[in-house]
């Protein structure tokens, strides 16, 4: 029927990690029940690593000799990949080793970034299997895309680096309490939502930020040109991967890397080499030899006041603060409706004192379908912001990064747009 094959130079290895006691501790089983085949008949080589303990993949990937791999993709909630990317930044050779592309496979209870990969996917919304599905296709296509990473500093002086989320009050809270509700899967978080109203609190902070700069908007009634789309880059995972399912509107038969060969069974593919890698922009870096280190230029040091350039919130009384950088916190909660995964920007929530139960339940309620912003509801602010900072008033409290709890205290943060390789759509 005319179509081409790409020939296999070399196999596409793929580790993949899976967290047994994610979710429903169904994760392996997830796994070869839906997942194995798909790889199998689409000839990706992986090697399946079951994590035994917290923390065992982010050692394993901070000693890994990435040379072995060309991605590292993770069965498991959002909280197995924060593992991962921390533990590929601990590494002296962090800047190659941030290149490992980077994919997921929902099998946790929370799966804010399988859900947020396949929403970019422009594909009609997916749940469970379904999701799973979606995701172990993107993996079998294997398309890379960029992806932004957020380093976030504590009191002690750590520093940590986030894909997702960082929240304080009712959202962390939540994440927190509704982690014993794990095995009913995803539907944890409305359940933790319920409960928590149930007893809604006020928590004292400072919260400062350093806006984006908008372009300015077209006067009212100016003519507005309209622009293509731009097209997403999207290299794909490895020009080796045998059978990419990519339909390619110009294949360039006569490429040297792309010997035509008969021997899958896939509708179209093409090869990399029509679809190069761009040289991704190196991030700021300090010190000369090997191990350099990642500035975090827009922050000053904890214990310093903020620049003049940012905004400084006047209230102090919060029921939450979310900063987002995908577009879902969870499965069913579409928190930011513009967002990608390499927009360079920080989304900034924050919903004030004063609001009534019954308006946050119905801001998260609507959150399903993205339209918690058009609620009109004034507790509610969204920024879209490079950098922040918040410092806890209230003594104790809930501070989570990617749903993970962190250290409790004064914490903040810068966005480094693109820093980290995403499997997407
Ligand atoms: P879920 O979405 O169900 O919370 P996560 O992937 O977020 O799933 O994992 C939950 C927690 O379990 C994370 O803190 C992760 O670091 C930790 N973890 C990873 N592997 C293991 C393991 N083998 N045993 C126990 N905890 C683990
Ligand atoms: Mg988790």
Redesign the pocket.
């Known amino acids: 029927d005319g179509v081409t094959y790409m020939e296999v130079r070399r196999p596409c290895r793929v580790m993949i990690l899976v967290?047994?006691?994610?979710?429903r501790g169904q994760a392996l089983q997830l796994f070869t029940g839906h997942v194995q085949g798909m790889l199998t008949e689409a000839t990706v080589p992986y090697t399946l690593v079951t994590?035994?303990?917290?923390?065992?993949?982010r050692e394993l990937v901070r000693k890994a000799d990435l040379s072995q791999w060309d991605a590292l993709v993770i069965m498991?909630?959002?909280?197995?990949l924060f593992?991962v990317i921390n533990g590929l930044m601990e590494r002296e050779d962090w800047q190659d080793a941030i290149q490992t592309p980077l994919g997921i496979l929902p099998g946790?209870?929370?799966?804010a970034l399988a859900a947020s990969v396949h929403h970019y996917s422009q594909s009609p919304p997916a749940w469970n299997e379904e999701l799973l599905l979606s995701c172990g296709f993107m993996l079998c296509k294997g398309l890379v895309g960029s992806l932004d990473l957020v380093s976030i500093h504590l009191a002690s002086r750590q520093r940590l680096f986030s894909f997702l989320s960082l929240a304080w009050g009712f959202v962390a809270d939540v994440d927190i309490e509704s982690?014993k509700y794990?095995h009913v899967g995803a539907i944890r978080f409305l359940m933790g939502t319920l409960v928590r109203l149930a007893s809604l609190r006020v928590y004292q902070g400072k919260l400062a930020y350093l806006p984006v700069e908008e372009p300015p908007r077209p006067p009212k009634g100016s003519v507005k040109t309209s622009q293509p789309p731009s097209t997403p880059q999207h290299p794909s995972l490895c020009s080796s991967l045998p059978c990419q399912l990519i339909p390619d509107p110009s294949p360039n038969q006569n490429s040297p890397h792309n010997r035509i060969t008969t021997n899958c069974n896939h509708n179209t593919v093409t090869n990399s080499s029509n679809n190069p890698v761009t040289a991704t922009k190196r991030p700021e870096t300090q010190g000369g030899g090997k191990s350099m280190t990642l500035v975090d230029s827009l922050l000053p040091g904890l214990d310093q006041p903020v620049p003049e350039s940012w905004t400084v919130v006047k209230e102090e009384d919060f029921v939450l603060v979310l900063a987002v950088y995908q577009s879902h916190l969870a499965e069913d909660l579409w928190t930011v409706p513009g967002a990608m995964a390499d927009d360079g920007l920080i989304h900034l929530f924050y919903v004030t004192a004063g609001i009534s139960r019954p308006a946050l339940l119905r801001l998260f309620l609507a959150m399903e379908k993205g339209a918690h912003l058009a609620c009109g509801c004034p507790y509610l602010v969204h920024e879209k912001v490079k950098a922040l900072r918040l410092e806890p008033i209230s003594p104790q409290g809930v501070i989570t990064v990617d749903?993970?709890m962190v250290e409790y205290g004064p914490v903040q943060a810068q966005i480094h747009p693109g820093l980290a390789r995403l499997i997407c759509g």
């Open positions: 967290n047994p006691h994610s979710g994590t035994e303990h917290q923390n065992h993949a498991s909630g959002d909280g197995l593992e946790g209870s929370g799966n982690e794990r749903g993970e």
